[in-house]
């Protein structure tokens, strides 16, 4: 591995990887972009080039280039590649959902333990600082008795996602999701419960109700089909010390920066542990699970 520069390798050439993965190794002091690859050679190349990088003709190629990968592909073809990277001890920047079901992100996770490489998920609110402050002051605080959170945006109105299968497939619960149940969870403790889902064909909305450990309850609603204008994506405690609420909207690519500091900071110090890494994609693997199948029992139990 380079002394000075992580040289990171990137799978995928869509949107997220035009915009943020590419332009940030590329920028940040701690990293650089030296290979890409995608299904799609020319599309490969188009990103590479905004790096200066090399399109791979193939993931072994990318492999045998890096000292670590970060992923912008669905969470399907996530999994097994991410699991050969592991397995080649490379250090693995992750989307979310992590993988397609919970026996693939427990595969990747006793990987990750067995490589002992670095691993950390695109949990971007995390990196944020305005999230760690809230965090701090929610954790001092404390005697919260619940939550809430809400993210409405148009992203699956948007043309630029038309080719976003996964996205149109999963809907808000598999793209939001994670990132609302991993701020819900880290404010309030862990979610132990999923208590009520619902989701509603009109505006693809997902009305969630959730448990945590020590009793607070948190609420979540969730949809990419409704064109507010900004987007809302707020959170918020309450309980015997008032209300405290985050405003999440925030620069990605600042964030992203904030990651690969980190991601960096854990290579070069031998850590594989992090409050977002591989393991936390299996715990909210395990709860979008624990949803679907709340709904799906509602449904059966209708129809019956």
């Known amino acids: 591995m380079n002394d000075t520069r992580l040289r990171m390798g990137l799978v995928g050439a869509g949107p997220w990887a035009h915009r943020v993965h590419a332009p940030g190794i590329a920028a940040h002091p701690g990293t650089e972009l030296v290979s890409v690859w995608a299904r799609r050679p020319d599309a490969a ?18 492999l045998d280039a890096v000292d670590g990968v970060a992923f912008a592909v669905p969470p399907t073809v996530q999994a097994p590649l991410a699991l050969r990277a592991i397995e080649a001890g490379k250090h693995v920047i992750l989307e979310k959902p992590v993988a397609g079901t919970v026996e693939e992100a427990e595969q990747l996770v006793a990987a990750a333990e067995r490589a002992a490489v670095a691993t950390l998920l ?22 919260w008795h619940g939550g809430t959170a809400r993210w409405m945006s148009a992203t ?31 404010a309030l403790g862990p979610i132990t419960d999923v208590l009520s889902a619902h989701f509603a064909e009109p505006g693809g909305v997902w009305h969630i109700l959730l448990g945590h450990e020590g009793g607070a309850t948190s609420s979540a609603t ?38 690969l500091s980190d991601f960096v900071s854990m290579v070069h110090n031998d850590a594989t542990t992090h409050p977002c890494d591989v393991r936390r994609g299996l715990h909210l693997q395990r709860l979008l699970r624990a949803v679907s199948k709340k709904v799906t029992e509602k449904v059966t139990e209708n129809a019956g």
């Open 156 to 186: 699956l109105l948007d043309t630029k996602y038309e080719a976003s299968r996964w996205r149109h497939d999963g809907g808000a619960l598999a793209d939001i999701g994670p990132h609302v149940f991993d701020l819900l969870d880290a």
């Open 222 to 259: 969730l949809t990419m089909h409704t064109p507010a204008k900004p987007p809302i994506n707020d959170f918020a405690v309450f309980g015997t010390n008032g209300y405290r609420e985050l405003d999440a909207t925030g620069d990605a690519q600042a964030r992203y920066a904030a990651l």
């Open 45 to 62: 190349a188009e990103v590479a080039a905004l790096g200066g990088a090399t399109p791979a003709e193939s993931f072994d190629d990318l």
């Open 122 to 143: 695109v949990l971007t609110f995390r990196y944020g600082t305005g999230t760690i402050d809230w965090l701090e002051e929610v954790h001092r605080i404390g005697g």
